[in-house]
Structures are given as structure tokens and as C-alpha cells.
């Protein structure tokens, strides 16, 4: 089992890029999570699904879109970046039911 | 809304020393309570939870007891080493919470010095 694997591990993009954060899990987890963290911050939720075809807001959407069209992958897609989207960003899931969360490595954003 | 309130860092023992990391919370009823560890360059680890009041999580040498009274889930370790320097995340999980998501503390970084 690979877990969750997230790609690229590192990106720099312009002002207005748009990009997507790749994120797979292996282990057949019916929740998935996008978080980012900010320097010296505690982890904020983007987004979240507790299926596929089911996604939900979470407390910063704003800047941010989701999909979950099967039940390993969980992309996030970033529009319009700006630099407030810098951040180091990672993705979670858990079995329906358990409260455990297992993470990925992160991507590492920065937005010049 | 909830949150969760983390001892600032970073936190510098010399190997072998006792360790506390502080955490409380705000939270309606009964949340379930974690510690994530972070390494460097890698995501997070569950570190240990509990589930209720009174209930003590362990794991690697680590406890946290969950005390109600004092909305409280305060990270020791009895002998620290160089291998757990980290950063270290409190958070809840709100009872009844279908999505099982989590409302993560600041982190606190811990450096072990041998």
C-alpha cells in the first residue's frame, strides 16, 4: 500500500496560474480531505468528500475547486492563483465511520 | 465555533528530559481528541486519541488524558529523544461529526539536543 501520495511535491507559479494537485490513495477510504498550512499555522479545510460525486466546502473554499470522480482520487484545482495561496497544502482520507485521518507528504505552493 | 489551543514553541529539552505540550479546547459535548505528529518533511501521523473523558491514549512512550473538567488533552512523554523532534498537532473531532473532519491547534515544534 502506498497510502496517499500526492504530486508535484514542490511548485512555483505566477500570479493568475492555474494549476491541479494531484492526490491518490490506495486504501478503498470513502473520505477524502484537502488542508492547507500556513507558516507556524494549524491545518485549515478546504474541501472535503465523503464520496465520489459528493464534495463539500470547508472553512477557506474560496480560490479553490474540487472533483471526485472515483474513489481513490481527489484533485484540487487551484483558478487564479494569488499570492495568499501560498501555503503547503495536503491531502487526507479515512474510512467512513473511523475519525482516524491519513495524510500525505504535501505540495509545497509558492505564488510569486 | 470550535478550536482547539496549542503551548506555543518551539519547545528545546535536552534528550532524556520530561515533556509537556499543552492543549485545550472549545468544543460542544464530547469531541474525540488527537495528537498528530509531523516529521520533517512528511505529512502527519496519528500520534494517539481518545474517545471520551478519562480516557488516556498512549503510543511510542506518549499519553494524553482526556479531562473534561478542564477541556484539556495535554501531550507527556516521561524521556524524550532526538528522534522525537517533530512538530506536534492537537485536534478534535466534534461528536456526531459525519465527515469526520478535524479542527487542528497551532503545532507546536519540538527540538531534542542530545
Known amino acids: 500500500n502506498a497510502g496517499v501520495t500526492q504530486t508535484p511535491k514542490f511548485r512555483i507559479l505566477k500570479i493568475g496560474q492555474s494549476m491541479t494537485l494531484q492526490c491518490t490513495q490506495d486504501m478503498n477510504h470513502n473520505y477524502m480531505y484537502w488542508y492547507r498550512q500556513d507558516p507556524g499555522m494549524g491545518l485549515k479545510l478546504i474541501y472535503y468528500s465523503v464520496g465520489a460525486g459528493i464534495t463539500d466546502k470547508g472553512e477557506v473554499p474560496n480560490g479553490y475547486n474540487v472533483s471526485r470522480s472515483t474513489t481513490e482520487d481527489f484533485p484540487l484545482r487551484l483558478e487564479l492563483a494569488a499570492p495568499s495561496q501560498t501555503s503547503v497544502y495536503f491531502c487526507a482520507s479515512s474510512y467512513a465511520g473511523l475519525d482516524t485521518q491519513y495524510f500525505g507528504p504535501g505540495t509545497r505552493l509558492t505564488v510569486l | 465555533g470550535d478550536s482547539v489551543t496549542q503551548m506555543e514553541g518551539p519547545v528545546t529539552l535536552s534528550e532524556e528530559a520530561f515533556l509537556t505540550i499543552n492543549c485545550t479546547y472549545t468544543?460542544?459535548?464530547?469531541?474525540?481528541l488527537f495528537w498528530y505528529v509531523q516529521y520533517p518533511g512528511e505529512g502527519l501521523q496519528l500520534l494517539l486519541k481518545a474517545t471520551k473523558a478519562d480516557d488516556k491514549g498512549s503510543n511510542k512512550g506518549f499519553e494524553a488524558t482526556y479531562r473534561k473538567e478542564t477541556t484539556s488533552f495535554h501531550l507527556e512523554k516521561g524521556s524524550v529523544q532526538v528522534s522525537d523532534s517533530a512538530v506536534y498537532f492537537c485536534?478534535?473531532?466534534?461528536?456526531?461529526?459525519?465527515?469526520?473532519?478535524?479542527?487542528f491547534g497551532g503545532g507546536t515544534r519540538l527540538m531534542v539536543k542530545p
Open positions: 468544543a460542544t459535548g464530547y469531541p474525540s
Open positions: 485536534a478534535l473531532s466534534p461528536l456526531g461529526n459525519a465527515g469526520n473532519m478535524l479542527t
